[in-house]
Nanobody
């Protein structure tokens, strides 16, 4: 089994910064990609930022220039640095990982998808 544990959420004023972390542990052979999603009340979950093993990143248009995703492969950890936060960034942020749980899965090309429990980010105006 694999666990994704998020940390770093909280309450911040508009214009402030937060840094989210997500550490993956358990049965992991290789992580293909990690990302952050968010879900605001009454809205669908949406992609915030995504980073693949080669380092390629993509961001939602709404966070480009303000958020930065990074990854420590040795620690199986992904980070989301959030600057210039806005009230509309308020949401539960979820970590996601696509990974190969074993060498057998890797040889078969079988990726498994895991989610963290979510961490609340609240930006006050």
């Amino acid at each position: 089994q694999v666990q994704l544990v998020e940390s770093g959420g909280g309450l911040v004023q508009a214009g402030g910064s937060l840094r989210l972390s997500c550490a993956a542990s358990g049965s992991i052979f290789s992580i293909n990609a990690m990302g952050w999603y968010r879900q605001a009340p009454g809205k669908q979950r949406e992609l915030v930022a995504h980073i693949v093993s080669g380092g390629s990143r993509n961001y939602a248009d709404s966070v480009k220039g303000r958020f930065t995703i990074s990854r420590d492969n040795a620690k199986n950890t992904v980070y989301l640095q959030m600057n210039s936060l806005k009230p509309e960034d308020t949401a539960v942020y979820y970590c996601n990982a696509d990974l190969f749980a074993s060498g057998t899965d890797y040889l078969r090309g079988y990726l498994r998808d895991y989610w963290g429990q979510g961490t609340q980010v609240t930006v006050s105006s």
